[in-house]
């Protein structure tokens, strides 16, 4: 069992309920479930044409869509980071404490035959445990 869960997730491909169901399995009795998603960083080209209104109600619109999507999940709790979700995605783990991450794995390319290239650098940068769900 495990004290503190994070399952990453991609806003456009939702909240898996394997992804739940294997955290509820895995979690302790008073243990704690944090859903956490990435936003990549405004590039600076792109930047140049966005006011910080602009960028503000992007990042309110996707604190709105974790939020709907956890809608029924009153007892997890939300986090969104900025940044490349491969790196920031362990680096967050260590910094709370979490003893393991739950990520998924899609449309691998050629050089990441078994896992996608997200998953696959969570899984070289996590320092706890990782179960990686296809």
Do not use: W
């Not at 302790?28 to 503000?56: C, F, M, Q, T």
């Not at 940068?125 to 990782?130: D, E, F």
Request: hydrophobic share 40%; aromatic share 4%; charged share 20%.
């Amino acid at each position: 069992m495990y004290n503190k869960i994070i399952i990453a997730l991609a806003l456009d491909h939702g909240i898996s309920a394997q992804a739940l169901n294997a955290a509820k399995t895995l979690v302790a009795e008073n243990g704690k479930i944090i859903a956490v998603h990435v936003s990549e960083p405004v590039k600076d080209i792109v930047r140049l044409y966005l006011s910080d209104d602009d960028i503000d109600k992007a990042h309110q619109a996707t604190q709105d869509q974790m939020m709907e999507r956890l809608n029924h999940e009153p007892n997890i709790e939300s986090v969104i980071l900025t940044g490349h979700a491969g790196r920031e995605i362990p680096d967050y783990a260590n910094k709370i404490g979490a003893d393991c991450i739950i990520i998924g794995s899609h449309k691998p390319g050629l050089e990441d035959f078994f896992l996608g290239s997200t998953s696959a650098r969570v899984v070289r940068h996590a320092q706890c445990s990782v179960h990686v769900l296809r």
